[in-house]
Structures are given as structure tokens and as C-alpha cells.
């Protein structure tokens, strides 16, 4: 690039080129640039306000519903009923001990999950002839409901913690495998030709340039992933009471249900739920914005 000294003695459209050139050069520059982050307080309350304000009007509503139709307690019970439950459950120790139970077991099973998930969907993409023989089992394993695996794993493992384990595995993986699978596909072919010409091996090649080229596509498997090991859980926890099994949610959720205890009931329910929702909010909703922001598929994108 001419410097000041050179510019002075360029004639004049030489140097009328120079600055054009210099203009570019700046543009593309700040298009590399990450832009400052603005008004993120204002973007996270944006974010959160809505659901939060959902939430109210339909409590609202509920609780509306209650005192005009006036129903038997025991079939509909109100709003005040529920977070009495809560309160009860909490008070006897019940809550937090079913919250860390489940907590724990979804976390650790989802973790296994995917440290088994990821190398064998990168085996399967890998290996055409492995992926037409067990791609058909992986999507017919995936819409199996979790719950069929409840009996079997009894069976096999009696009433104890690697129950619950198993049935979260084989809700999980399966969907971690084909969200891989599926943005591995995606990944432009020229990608792999510039791997190769690089001088990538086979395995250097799936892990340094196309699992992270399939991210978007691999988080979407993830998240799906998660969802499948926290109903799994639940199925497992609600069928498989006793033993050496510990008390969490599905446990509580039964006890409920054979107390015939309606507000205990559906207090489980909302704690299930916003468990769900928590994770997501907390966890999976940053990474994916942070990875579609990387690849300038989001609002306020960087490179």
C-alpha cells in the first residue's frame, strides 16, 4: 500500500486510486471486525421479558378460571393450591432432594451421551458402507419412545441407578448421532479438498475441519439430545421406584399420583417443565447464538 511519501508524488488519479484502494481496504477491515456490544442488558430483558409475561397472564388466567367456574379442588385445583405443594414439598426436604437427584443423573447421562454420540456419528459419515447399514437403525432407535426400554432394563439391571442410565442413553444418543450426521452433510465439499491438500489425515480431517464446519448442525442434535435424556429420565424415574434408585422428580411425580394428590401432581409437572426450560435458556440458547453469530447467521454477527 503507498504510504504518504509516495502519494505526494503519484499524479493525481494514481493517487485518486490509492485512497479508493485504502476506503476498501478499511471497509473490509471493520466488516472483520466484531462490533461493540450494545445494549445487551436491553437484548437479555428482551429476551426473557416475554416468556416471564406469558407465564403471568396464564397463571392469571388460571387462577380467573378457578374462581368464576369454581371447580372440585381435587379435579382442577388453583394456583394457590400448586405453590402450596410447592411450599409443603420444600419444607419436608422432598424438593431439593428430587431436584438434585434428577439434576445429577440428567446431566451425567446426558454428558455420557455425548461422549458416545459424537465419535460414533463421525465414524458413521466417515464410513458410507457402516452408515447405510446402521443409518436406518439410528432414526428407527430415535423414534423408539424412551420408555419401551424401561421393562428390559429392569431385567438387566435390576432397580438400580444404571437403569435410569441405560434408558437415557438410548433416548439420547441416537438423536446426538443424526444431528451430527445431519450438519456434516452440510459442510461444502471444498472443505475437505483443502484438508486434504493440506496434508490432513482421516481423523485430523473429521476433527479439525469438518466437526467444526457441522457445529450448527451438531448442536441442533444436542439440544435435541438433552430434551430426549431429560423425558428418558422422567420415564425411567416414574416406572423404576425402589431398590437402590434414588428419589427424584418421576419419583415424586408417582408418589404424587398414588397419594392421589392433584396439586402435588401438577406442582411436579411445572418444576419438570421449568427445569427444562431453565437449561435451555441458560445454557443451550447462549451457545447456539454465540455459534450463528461466529458464522454470521444471527443479528450482530462476527466473524
Do not use: C
Request: glycine share 10%.
Amino acid at each position: 500500500m503507498p504510504t504518504d511519501t509516495d502519494a505526494a508524488v503519484l499524479p493525481s488519479s494514481a493517487r485518486a486510486d490509492a485512497d479508493e484502494l485504502a476506503r476498501v481496504e478499511a471497509g473490509l477491515d471493520r466488516l472483520q471486525t466484531a462490533p461493540a456490544p450494545v445494549a445487551r442488558g436491553r437484548d437479555r430483558l428482551a429476551r426473557v421479558l416475554p416468556p416471564v409475561v406469558l407465564l403471568l397472564v396464564l397463571l392469571a388466567a388460571w387462577q380467573v378460571f378457578v374462581a368464576i367456574v369454581q371447580p372440585r379442588p381435587d379435579i382442577v385445583p388453583g394456583p394457590l393450591q400448586v405453590l402450596g405443594a410447592f411450599a409443603d414439598a420444600a419444607q419436608s426436604g422432598r424438593l431439593q432432594e428430587a431436584v438434585l437427584t434428577s439434576l445429577e443423573r440428567g446431566l451425567v447421562g446426558f454428558a455420557i451421551a455425548v461422549v458416545v454420540g459424537t465419535p460414533v456419528g463421525l465414524l458413521l459419515a466417515e464410513w458410507t458402507p457402516l452408515r447405510r447399514a446402521a443409518g436406518p437403525l439410528i432414526s428407527g432407535l430415535q423414534v423408539l419412545p424412551s420408555v419401551a426400554w424401561v421393562p428390559a432394563a429392569i431385567i438387566w439391571f435390576g432397580l438400580s441407578d444404571a437403569t435410569v442410565y441405560f434408558v437415557i442413553l438410548m433416548g439420547a444418543i441416537p438423536s446426538i448421532v443424526n444431528g451430527l450426521l445431519a450438519g456434516i452433510d452440510q459442510v461444502p465439499p471444498q472443505l475437505r479438498r483443502v484438508g486434504v491438500v493440506l496434508g490432513a489425515g482421516r481423523a485430523q480431517l473429521a476433527t479439525a475441519i469438518v466437526l467444526p464446519a457441522a457445529l450448527p448442525g451438531y448442536l441442533a442434535g444436542i439440544k435435541q439430545g438433552w430434551a430426549f435424556s431429560w423425558r428418558s429420565l422422567m420415564a425411567a424415574e416414574i416406572i423404576a421406584v425402589g431398590g437402590s434408585i434414588g428419589f427424584g422428580l418421576g419419583s415424586m411425580l408417582q408418589q404424587s399420583r398414588e397419594l392421589a394428590d392433584l396439586p402435588g401432581v401438577l406442582a411436579t409437572i411445572l418444576l419438570i417443565l421449568a427445569i427444562g426450560i431453565l437449561i435451555e435458556l441458560v445454557l443451550f440458547g447462549p451457545w447456539e447464538r454465540h455459534v450463528l453469530r461466529r458464522r454470521g447467521l444471527a443479528p450482530g454477527a462476527a466473524s
